[in-house]
């Protein structure tokens, strides 16, 4: 039986590749209603190995420790039914094998082969960008994208995913204008391609345009009013643009009602909201009490060691509201992960991981000095965290604040010109107020608001 991709699969009943068909259409749009079909497709073909070897891969994608022993259990319900398995499927089942054994970089290369017998295979495309994303291997998803663009025509039915994919990896590669007109092509071919529409918010939060931003999202929620927490992520970025426009009041209002709107402790979500509120604090704003619920969170996450990308964003939380015991557990941890720890999450736990970390708790506690040293030192590798230029960004603000704080005037411009150059001249007002208080600090005039220490 093939599937809607026009894969052979080893599927024989056609409820089951319903389902699989579902699933993996659910994975491209990132759709809410993803694992109840994966459910239903497992339970009628349990033995069906690429089934068996996605759940598995999903469950890491999901970077919580608690979630791992799930995904061994999917591996092991894979390799019973390995050889009945096809040659396409059994490559899902190795990626799986060999990103619990620690290798995701050895996941994405089987993966790879996948599309090099089969371009066509969506679900292995997505997977692909999706575990190059964590890895922040933006130039590893563009050409892995690029290299099977040719191979699908317009009614295959992963096209438009497959252009939302290629615009992310364009914008994350400084492409923006090839970006926002790949970006508008994919979800004006696929209208639920949530990240092709996020593709293009990209594009306007690097390049400094909020207003155009906003027109771009306005009246398109449903593009992502049928996701799964992905939907958090683009409430988060209109909050961003409105935040650069000083509509602080917005900026709340999308937090409380849409960004935090269900306090779960998934990492994507607590990077969304300590993020936005360190943004906001930066700018001088008053959080009241928000940092409460996600530094509760985040001290319970400290021990988890799954993504140092999570890890930071917990430490931003606990940073923020002054848990100094979590914070410190949670820095130490991050340390002995980088000595005693050979695997591929060990290794980015010792380089950006532990300057990182350090800079953010020197940041707490208002050592300034001291954090601007060690967010320098880690600045030039952060891209190894993973997550988008955007995401990252709070870690260049925060960089950039501490270094005026220490004053370090000559070397905070330097990092704002080479942050303009990589958006392609663009300037949000955050850069702008930051040239001003360097400006003041040499004896000139402002003409913008200064942000608060």
């Known amino acids: 039986m093939q599937d809607i991709f026009g894969q052979d699969t080893s599927l024989t009943d056609a409820a089951a590749l319903h389902d699989w068909n579902a699933v993996q259409m659910g994975v491209l749009a990132h759709a809410a209603a993803t694992p109840t079909h994966l459910a239903a497709l497992l339970t009628a073909a349990p033995g069906f190995a690429l089934g068996q070897a996605s759940k598995g891969i999903f469950y890491i994608l999901m970077g919580r420790s608690e979630l791992m022993p799930t995904a061994h259990e999917a591996m092991a319900a894979a390799k019973a039914h390995y050889e009945t398995a096809l040659p396409r499927e059994r490559l899902y089942v190795d990626a799986l094998e060999t990103w619990l054994a620690g290798r995701p970089s050895g996941a994405i290369a089987k993966l790879e082969q996948v599309l090099r017998s089969h371009p066509e295979d969506a679900l292995a495309m997505k997977l692909s960008h999706s575990i190059r994303f964590t890895l922040g291997d933006s130039a590893g998803m563009r050409r892995s994208v690029e290299r099977i663009l040719p191979a699908y ?32 092509q994919a979800l004006w071919t696929a209208p ?122 917990y430490l931003l939380a606990l940073a923020g509201h002054n848990r100094k015991d979590a914070t410190t557990r949670l820095v130490q941890r991050i340390h002995a992960d980088a000595q005693t720890r050979t695997d591929e999450a060990g290794q980015r736990m010792a380089n950006p991981g532990c300057a990182a970390a350090l800079g953010l708790e020197a940041f707490g506690e208002g050592n300034f000095a001291s954090a601007f040293a060690n967010l320098v030192q880690a600045r030039e590798t952060l891209w190894m965290a993973g997550g988008s230029h955007a995401q990252r960004d709070i870690f260049e603000r925060m960089t950039i604040d501490s270094g005026l704080r220490a004053g370090q005037l000559d070397a905070v411009e330097a990092i704002l010109n080479d942050r303009q150059a990589k958006c392609g001249g663009g300037e949000g007002n955050y850069a702008i107020a930051r040239r001003e208080v360097i400006a003041i600090g040499r004896g000139g005039a402002a003409t913008h608001s200064v942000p608060a220490e």
């Open 192 to 313: 639920d391609d949530a990240w092709g529409l996020h593709a293009v918010a990209h594009v306007h939060e690097m390049t400094g345009n909020a207003q155009s931003g906003l027109d771009w999202l306005d009246g398109r929620d449903a593009a992502w009013s049928h996701c799964n927490n992905f939907r958090y992520h683009v409430w988060w970025h209109k909050a961003l643009m409105h935040l650069d426009m000083g509509q602080i009041e917005q900026v709340f209002d999308l937090y409380d009602r849409e960004i935090r709107k269900d306090k779960t402790d998934d990492y994507r979500d607590i990077s969304n909201a300590t993020s936005l509120l360190m943004r906001l604090e930066l700018n001088g704003a008053n959080v009241g009490d928000r940092w409460e619920e996600l530094s509760e969170l985040s001290a319970n996450r400290t021990e988890d060691g799954s993504l140092i990308f999570a890890d930071l964003h």
């Open 153 to 184: 025509g317009t009614d295959h039915a992963g096209h438009g995913y497959l252009l939302g994919c290629h615009a992310f990896s364009l914008e994350e590669t400084g492409s923006y204008e090839k970006a926002e007109n790949v970006g508008r």
